[in-house]
Antibody
Framework: EVQLVESGGGLVKPGGSLRLSCAAS????????MSWVRQAPGKGLEWVGR??????????DYAAPVKGRFIISRDDSKNTLYLQMNSLKTEDTAVYYC????????????????WGQGTLLTVSS | DIQMTQSPSTLSASVGDRVTFTCRAS??????LAWYQQKPGKAPKFLMY???SLESGVPARFSGSGSGTEFTLTISSLQPDDFATYYC????????FGQGTKLEIK
């Protein structure tokens, strides 16, 4: 059974930093492309960024609102995905979901088929 | 950036009804559209890809159609478990979600 378990959320002041983790199990993490999606309280879903598997080059992509501030990385030896968040703003307040990112019948591989339960980040003074 | 717009924002319906949600893209995305279902306090669930292809395990009462900029998700006969918020997502260029349609009990 695929499991994604996020951790590391909490309360941070504007301008601060935080790192989220996502522990993966039940699938071959080394081969998986992974993504982060967030959801502000009472709002819709927003893609944050994606990382390819190391065998596919390990490249990262980011949404415009977080580009230059957030960094996605992975430790395949620990089956863990990370999201390093810097220069945090109040508008970054959200539940952050870790997801797998897959392709189905072609297209760009931004289909999110498995999701964790999410971890809440609150940015407030 | 590609913008996704869903309508209506809220839809009231009864068990057994047939309902249709609409999703529009700000530019053509071919058929690179997915649908997700989310219940309160839970993570989204992936339902459908390439506009009309059902993910394994998703009931056949769900169907999708469309291409280019106009898409629909239809539930043929609503079940109690279907009341939730539904999001469309384009994956033609990176990823963008619509703002969601909340399906509530009439």
């Amino acid at each position: 059974e695929v499991q994604l378990v996020e951790s590391g959320g909490g309360l941070v002041k504007p301008g601060g930093s935080l790192r989220l983790s996502c522990a993966a199990s039940g699938f071959t993490f080394t081969n998986a492309w992974m993504s982060w999606v967030r959801q502000a309280p009472g709002k819709g879903l927003e893609w944050v960024g994606r990382i390819k598997s190391k065998t596919d080059g390990g490249a990262t992509d980011y949404a415009a609102p977080v580009k230059g501030r957030f960094i996605i990385s992975r430790d395949d030896s620990k089956n863990t995905l990370y999201l390093q968040m810097n220069s945090l703003k109040t508008e970054d307040t959200a539940v952050y979901y870790c997801t797998t990112a897959v392709c189905r019948s072609g297209g760009n591989c931004y289909i999110f088929d498995y999701w964790g339960q999410g971890t809440l980040l609150t940015v407030s003074s | 950036d590609i913008q996704m717009t869903q309508s209506p924002s809220t839809l009231s319906a009864s068990v057994g009804d047939r309902v249709t949600f609409t999703c529009r893209a700000s530019q053509s995305i071919s058929s690179w559209l997915a649908w997700y279902q989310q219940k309160p306090g839970k993570a989204p669930k992936f339902l459908m890809y390439k506009a009309s292809s059902l993910e394994s395990g998703v009931p056949a009462r769900f169907s999708g159609s469309g291409s280019g900029t106009e898409f629909t998700l239809t539930i043929s006969s609503l079940q109690p478990d279907d009341f939730a918020t539904y999001y469309c997502q384009q994956y033609n260029s990176y990823s963008t979600f619509g703002q969601g349609t909340k399906l509530e009990i009439k």
